[in-house]
């Protein structure tokens, strides 16, 4: 396996890891962002076991002692596998996540205390770049799931949303809808629940000009229409689910 690195807008840089053995014959893409600034900002670790690779790769573009912010969409192996690793390469390098998070995983689960992020609280990264926190709760899964918009790009980093299948290019204006409609039907790998397609809406209004997937190509091009037809895919499988849109189960 390799990582490879590429810019995919003004100081952002997808790095990606494309692994052939998962869901063959298309394989699957594990993809962390770096964010520059006085305080870089990584969003995914990547899986502990990729830590190597990752970090191979971060040294290509910073030292990575530099790292002053790990962040990540939810608790699991490919956003955070690595965030131990992390924080021992970079010892002025801190956690930052949305309080659920914090409080049902991170606070016992990390080297070093987080800092809990309230849903639209910002981080300034210095030379222009800040980043935004949303809470966006079991969308597409995990209680304590959330995003980061990255306000002088518009960079929306994604998380799960739009995965997809495939080593993509790293950065798209092509259809990045259909093959996360593709991927949802062969792992259903979100947690449907009444307020997906709101919650998603609600990141349309963000307008976003970039979209950072995790597992996908980087996507350039009218963010909130892409984020609005898969809101609209999603309250097609709630309804088909007896689940009544916007309202309680």
Not at 27 to 34: E, K, P, S, T, V
Not at 125 to 149: C, E, F, Q, S
């Amino acid at each position: 396996m390799e990582t490879k690195v590429s810019e995919i807008a003004n100081g952002i840089y997808r790095l990606s890891t494309f692994v052939p053995q998962i869901a063959p014959p298309a394989g699957f893409a594990f993809n962390q962002f770096l964010i520059l600034g006085d305080e870089p900002l990584l969003f995914h670790t990547g899986l502990r076991k990729m830590f190597p690779l990752t970090r191979d790769a971060v040294s290509r573009i910073i030292p990575p002692e530099r790292l002053r912010w790990i962040a990540f969409g939810h608790y699991e192996a490919d956003e955070c596998g690595a965030m131990n690793e992390w924080l021992a390469v970079a010892p002025q390098a801190q956690l930052a996540h949305g309080q659920t998070g914090c409080l049902v995983s991170l606070n016992d689960m990390a080297d070093r205390p987080p800092r809990v992020l309230a849903d639209g609280e910002t981080i300034d990264l210095g030379k222009g770049k800040r980043v935004r926190y949303l809470d966006t709760p079991h969308t597409p899964h995990g209680w304590d799931a959330g995003v980061m918009y990255e306000e002088s790009t518009g960079t929306l980093l994604c998380g799960d949303l739009f995965t997809q299948l495939g080593d993509c290019p790293p950065l798209t204006d092509g259809d990045i809808v259909g093959p996360a409609i593709a991927a949802e039907d062969l792992f259903k790998y979100s947690a449907l629940n009444p307020d997906m397609g709101t919650t998603i809406r609600a990141l349309s209004k963000l307008a976003p000009r970039t979209l950072a997937l995790m597992h996908g190509p980087s996507f350039a091009g009218d963010g909130a229409a892409a984020l609005r037809a898969l809101a609209d895919d999603y309250d097609r499988r709630v309804a088909d689910h007896g689940i009544v849109v916007g309202k309680a189960a």
